[in-house]
């Protein structure tokens, strides 16, 4: 059931990038780069923007729910995809946990699981309602979340006047690795635009829809992060770590008010994240359970919504269970590796398109393609371990779900 347009695809991939992107890995970067995480989000910007483009022409092509799982299917081979699936269901699903752990932090750090578990309940029931509904709340939650940003910029932007000497070095060649490791941390605050491939048969007009929706997802979400840090850096003497970056600086320059609106802007924009992930998720799993990956009973879609119902319930028994461990770094251990395989193997089918097929040239995907795969080399080294482990988890889950005989046939 195609129900999204233009603006609400945007905001749906909005609201999947700046919650993490602006709230957890801004203070990441910081930590690691200093000033150089400016130039770090350029560089992975750019390198979101050209698998962007691949993700779009791709989604345009073949407009069905499951993103790089099923473009590996048709473009690659069934192996490729499956490994695109799977990685996306890992990394996404610890994304979503500590996205609701986040929140909870935020509302009440007593009380932080009940919290948590009650936002992932009810957010998988909102999705269960439908998409239309579930657009809308995503389309006020962000817009309340941009504009708070808007007001934080505006107040703090004083200080890059005053106080430019806080944005130097932009690049020390010393530091190199720094700032590759900052912008591979910063490319997964990016991918949030993928939400809309994953959505692809509920866009109108997606050869049309998609991939205008992702370039703009990309440069509204490139040029606020640009601004946020810059005030950022520009009034802190001292970079301060992860989720309360934003809070600390506005309560330096606006005071208690500001800062306030930071952290309720945080709370909420988690929220978006979480609603966005289990959207996503679950469309990746009603397209694994349409090849026989995961149970048959996954790629049911209820006739009136056009919800898959189980592969919703699924996913949210999944991220309630990752709640469960309590461990935010979860995101963190899972996505910087995982995502890159994912997005590697994107430009990859991009790269198998015919000429007819394809929208943009094919040195995008190639650029995307070693980009991809030259970043994961400056993740941790117990991340790529991590990585390589589930992928192995997965070929086994495979391999003896499929002996079962319990899943229907390969598409």
Request: positive net charge.
């Amino acid at each position: 059931m195609r129900v999204i347009g233009l603006p609400g695809a945007v905001m749906l991939g909005l609201g999947s990038i700046i919650g993490t992107g602006v709230f957890v890995s801004l203070g990441m970067g910081a930590v690691i780069a200093g000033p150089m995480v400016l130039p770090a989000i350029a560089l992975a910007g750019l390198v979101a923007m050209a698998n962007g483009l691949s993700s779009a022409q791709l989604a345009a092509n073949h407009p069905v729910s499951g993103g790089t799982y099923e473009y590996g299917h048709r473009w690659l081979n069934p192996t490729l995809g499956f490994v695109a699936g799977w990685m996306f269901l890992c990394a996404k699903s610890a994304s979503a946990a500590t996205a609701a752990l986040g929140f909870a932090w935020y509302v009440h750090p007593k009380f932080t699981l009940p919290v948590a578990l009650a936002l992932v309940a009810g957010i998988t029931l909102l999705t269960l309602t439908g998409l239309k509904r579930s657009n809308a709340v995503n389309t006020v939650i962000i817009s309340s979340v941009l504009l708070g940003l808007g007001a934080f910029v505006f107040m703090g932007s004083p200080a890059l006047a005053t106080h430019p000497e806080q944005l130097q070095p932009l690049f020390d060649p010393t530091r190199l690795p720094n700032f590759l490791q900052a912008a591979a941390l910063m490319f997964v605050a990016f991918t949030g635009y993928g939400r809309v491939a994953t959505l692809g048969e509920e866009v109108l007009e997606p050869r049309r829809t998609i991939p205008r929706a992702i370039i703009t997802t990309l440069a509204v979400s490139l040029l606020l992060y640009l601004a946020v840090t810059a005030v950022v850096l520009a009034n802190s003497e001292t970079a301060s770590d992860s989720i309360v970056i934003l809070a600390d600086t506005a309560h330096q320059f606006g005071g208690s008010t500001l800062a306030w609106a930071m952290t309720a802007g945080a709370a909420i924009a988690l929220v978006s994240v979480l609603l966005n992930l289990v959207l996503g998720l679950s469309r990746v799993v009603l397209a694994m359970g349409r090849r026989g990956d995961l149970p048959v009973a996954t790629a049911q879609v209820h006739e009136n919504s056009g919800v898959p119902g189980i592969a919703t319930v699924v996913v949210g028994v999944f991220v309630a269970g990752l709640v469960c461990l309590g461990d935010p770094s979860l995101t963190w251990t899972f996505s910087a590796f995982t995502v890159l395989v994912y997005y590697a193997l994107t430009n990859l089918c991009a790269i198998r398109l015919k000429p007819d097929e394809r929208l943009y040239p094919s040195w995008i995907a190639w650029a995307g393609l070693i980009a991809c795969l030259s970043l994961a080399f400056f993740v941790d080294w117990h991340v790529i371990l991590t990585g390589l482990g589930l992928i192995a988890g997965g070929f086994i889950w495979k391999i003896g779900f499929r002996k079962t005989g319990t899943t229907g046939p390969s598409q």
